[in-house]
Each structure stands twice: as C-alpha cells, then as structure tokens.
C-alpha cells in the first residue's frame, strides 16, 4: 500500500478512470477513462532517482497517447460519417475500433513496446501494468469480440508470441511480460466465449500475479540466476514463489490451469479446435520456462553468499502471502469437490 498521500490520490484516480471507461454509455465517455487512467498512472512511473524508469514512463506515454488519439480519431469519423450514412462493413470497423484497444492492452502483434517498459518499472508498478491497466482495454474490447478472423488472428498471435518470446529471456520482468501476453490471447478467447469466462481469468491471473511480485519484490530480483541465491532461511517463500510460478504457467494440481481447463471446454463445444490446439501447445511453451526457473532451485545444491540478509522482517507479508498460495494451491481441489457434490 503506497505511504505518500500524492501516490494514494493517484490511485485512486487511476481506479476511477478505469471505472469511467467501464460504466460509461458512449465512446466519448469510455475515451476519458482511458484518459484519466493513463494520467494518474504516469506519475506513479516515474521516478528522479532511476534514469530507466523515467525511460520507461516517457515511452508508456508515447504509445498510450497515440493508441488515445487513434481511439478519438475513429470515434469522431465514426459519429460523422454515420450522419451521412451507415458503414456497410461492420467487420472491419469493429476490427479498427479494436486496433488501438489491443495497442493499449498490450496484445501481439501491437505488443512491442510492453517488455521494454516493463524492463525500467518498480515491481508494483510492474504489477498494476498487468493487471489493472488491461482492465479497461478489455471491458471495452468485450463489447465487440466476435468469432471472425481479425479477432482468431489475435488470438493465436499473443500466444504464439507470449510463448516464443519468453523462452531465452533471463530477466525475470520479461519471462512475467511475455506470459502476459500469453494470458492476454487466452483472455481474448474467453471473451469469445462469454464475459463471465473472461472475468474470472482475469481475476485468478491478477491473484497469480500478485501472490509473485509480492515474494520477488522483498528480494529485490530481477534475473533467474539470482532466484538461487535467496535466503536459505525462507524455504517455504521459496517453495510459494516457485509453485505459483508453475501455477501461472498452468501446471494441473494448481488454480491456474482451472480457467485453461474450462475455456479449453468450451472452445471445443463452440467447435474452435484449431485454435484451442495451437493455444495448449504454447501453453506447455510457457510452462517450459516457468520449469526452468523453478527446476534448478528444486533439485540443484543451494548456493547462498556469506552477506545475504533476511529481508521478511514484516509477518503481515508474509500471512498475506502465503493466503494468497494456499488459495492457488487449494482451489483447485474445493472447485472440483463442489462440481462432484453438486
């Protein structure tokens, strides 16, 4: 929870302006939350004492300002040429009003700017960029999810992409960016499905998220070979961080392959076989390099330096935390003994 009043404002704003964009009834109205949002978050980008997170929050600007301007361009030629007369196809101007949304959200093929944004951030800031900030984006991409090309497109190119792109990073942020973009082609595809679908994605990913920064940002770690040299005195953050990893990736004991298993379902129901295929393949792609990190630390020797210190001074982190893994770990189990019950 941020200290400084001017950080708690901006939050609060940020949060509104996603509001805004959620229960607004016109494009014009959804235009200024998106606005309102990207102004509150710039802020809390930036930093004096770090030169790359300034780098970091002038490109976040860059881009969130023209995918803005693209939005307010389409929607008034929208409103105008609709005076005159009606769009025959509705197709593509569903497909143009999507384009700067998915810029925004950070889907392939308009996800070049995420991983080097990513690198420059804090880690809450890492956070509320995967989390929140794809909030808006996708409630309103919602209201114009059909199952046609452009949208089957999308799809396959975030996971594609979130799988490929995550296999020779190092940097932790990255491995995060990528299974982001992973998570944001199965977020498109339950929105196919139905909202309900999409939602709860959403929130168990957010959990997931969360329950990883909230291990690693203590540490202070930022590459996969520093993952070996944590604290040999906090085995059970260990063990919480490596097995929410293999959740996040979608391995079957844990809660994050229960949206993968239920769209999965309905995917093959609505008959869209090719791309549940390609997205499960991908999806053992990102699982590979979650492995990778978690693999070595299982099964190797531990090494750990004479001056590493313990840094979970705080217990309330720690009881959080591990509230958080136990929900990954258990509920999986408490849905499918509901399902069977019921």
Same mark, same amino acid.
């Given at each position: 929870?941020?200290?400084?009043?001017?950080?708690?404002?901006?939050?609060?704003?940020?949060?509104?302006?996603?509001?805004?964009?959620?229960?607004?009834?016109?494009?014009?109205?959804?235009?200024?939350?998106?606005?309102?949002?990207?102004?509150?978050?710039?802020?809390?980008?930036?930093?004096?004492? =770090?030169?790359?997170?300034? *780098?970091?929050?002038?490109?976040?600007?860059?881009? !969130?300002?023209?995918?803005?301007? /693209?939005?307010?361009?389409?929607?008034?030629?929208?409103?105008? #040429?609709?005076?005159?007369?009606?769009?025959?196809?509705?197709?593509?101007?569903? &497909?143009?009003?999507?384009?700067?949304?998915?810029?925004?959200?950070?889907?392939?093929?308009?996800?070049?700017?995420?991983?080097?944004?990513? *690198?420059?951030?804090?880690?809450?800031?890492?956070?509320?960029?995967?989390?929140?900030?794809? @909030?808006?984006? @996708?409630?309103?991409?919602?209201?114009?999810?059909?199952? =046609?090309? /452009?949208?089957?497109?999308?799809?396959?190119?975030?996971?594609?992409?979130?799988?490929?792109?995550?296999?020779? !990073?190092?940097?932790?942020?990255?491995?995060?960016?990528?299974?982001?973009?992973?998570?944001?082609?199965?977020?498109?595809?339950?929105? #196919?499905?139905?909202?309900?679908?999409?939602?709860?994605?959403?929130?168990?990913?957010?959990?997931?998220? @969360?329950?990883?920064?909230?291990?690693?940002?203590?540490?202070?770690?930022?590459?996969?070979?520093?993952?070996?040299?944590? =604290?040999?005195?906090?085995?059970?953050?260990? /063990?919480?961080?490596?097995?929410?990893?293999?959740?996040?990736?979608?391995?079957?004991?844990? &809660?994050?392959?229960?949206?993968?298993?239920?769209?999965? !379902? @309905?995917?093959?129901?609505?008959?869209?076989?090719?791309?549940?295929?390609?997205?499960?393949?991908?999806?053992?792609?990102?699982?590979?390099?979650?492995?990778?990190?978690?693999?070595?630390?299982?099964?190797?020797?531990?090494?750990?330096?004479?001056?590493?210190?313990?840094?979970?001074?705080?217990?309330?982190?720690?009881?959080?935390?591990?509230?958080?893994?136990?929900?990954? #770990?258990?509920?999986?189990?408490?849905?499918?003994?509901?399902?069977?019950?019921?």
């Amino acid at each position: 929870m941020p200290n400084n009043p001017t950080k708690i404002l901006l939050m609060l704003t940020m949060m509104s302006g996603i509001l805004i964009s959620i229960s607004s009834n016109s494009w014009i109205g959804a235009w200024m939350g998106l606005e309102i949002n990207l102004m509150s978050f710039i802020p809390l980008m930036s930093n004096n004492k =770090n030169i790359y997170t300034t *780098e970091s929050s002038l490109k976040y600007f860059i881009i !969130q300002a023209m995918a803005s301007s /693209f939005l307010l361009f389409i929607i008034m030629m929208k409103v105008l #040429m609709e005076d005159m007369f009606t769009m025959e196809n509705e197709s593509i101007n569903t &497909m143009i009003i999507m384009t700067p949304l998915l810029l925004k959200s950070g889907a392939a093929p308009f996800h070049w700017w995420f991983p080097s944004v990513m *690198e420059g951030m804090s880690w809450m800031n890492c956070l509320l960029l995967m989390t929140m900030q794809k @909030m808006a984006p @996708m409630v309103l991409i919602s209201y114009m999810m059909k199952m =046609n090309t /452009f949208s089957s497109t999308i799809i396959l190119t975030s996971t594609i992409v979130g799988a490929v792109g995550g296999l020779n !990073q190092l940097s932790i942020r990255k491995i995060l960016t990528y299974s982001s973009i992973n998570h944001t082609g199965w977020m498109l595809a339950a929105l #196919m499905i139905n909202e309900n679908m999409w939602i709860m994605y959403f929130t168990i990913y957010s959990m997931l998220t @969360m329950t990883i920064v909230m291990i690693i940002k203590p540490f202070n770690t930022s590459f996969i070979n520093q993952t070996l040299l944590m =604290n040999k005195e906090m085995i059970t953050m260990k /063990f919480m961080m490596f097995t929410t990893l293999l959740s996040m990736g979608g391995l079957p004991p844990f &809660m994050g392959f229960l949206p993968k298993w239920i769209i999965i !379902q @309905m995917m093959i129901i609505n008959n869209m076989n090719t791309i549940m295929t390609t997205m499960v393949i991908m999806s053992l792609m990102t699982l590979y390099f979650y492995l990778r990190i978690s693999y070595s630390s299982f099964l190797m020797l531990h090494i750990e330096p004479k001056w590493n210190i313990s840094y979970y001074k705080n217990n309330n982190l720690m009881k959080y935390t591990s509230m958080m893994f136990s929900l990954s #770990m258990l509920s999986l189990m408490i849905c499918t003994m509901m399902i069977n019950i019921y």
